[in-house]
């Protein structure tokens, strides 16, 4: 059974970091594409970031880069979300997501990724 687990959300004041991570079990680590995805109230879910399968490569939505990274730690089955700079504008619910299956799409698309946590709230104050 697949399961994602997000921690270390909270609030926390502009300019200030956090690092969320995604605790997963029931796949073998590592093998597929993660990503992060977050949805503010009001708003549709959107796509923050994600690692290929093998964790090769990276992608970034352009209101993130250069503030946060996405890393895994394959002995942990663990995905994290380090986030710097935090605005708050990035106040939002954040999602892990694993794509076990081969489902096409774009690393952005919802559609790619077929296991989803219950997400960790991040409240940054101006």
């Known amino acids: 059974q697949v399961e994602l687990a997000e921690s270390g959300g909270g609030s926390i004041q502009a300019g200030g970091s956090l690092r969320l991570s995604c605790a997963a079990s029931?796949?073998?680590?590592?093998?597929?594409?993660m990503g992060w995805f977050r949805q503010a109230p009001g708003k549709e879910r959107e796509a923050v970031a994600a690692?290929?399968?093998?964790?090769?490569?990276?992608y970034y939505a352009d209101s993130v880069k250069g503030r946060f990274t996405i890393s895994q730690d394959n002995a942990k089955n663990t995905l994290y979300l380090q986030m710097n700079s935090l605005k708050p504008e990035d106040t939002a619910m954040y999602y892990c997501?694993?794509?076990?299956?081969?489902?096409?799409?774009?690393?952005?698309?919802?559609?790619?990724?077929?296991?989803w946590g219950q997400g960790t709230q991040v409240t940054v104050s101006s």
């Open positions: 029931g796949f073998t680590f590592g093998s597929y594409w």
């Open positions: 997501a694993a794509a076990t299956f081969p489902r096409g799409g774009w690393w952005n698309e919802e559609r790619k990724y077929n296991y």
């Open positions: 690692l290929s399968s093998g964790g090769g490569t990276t």
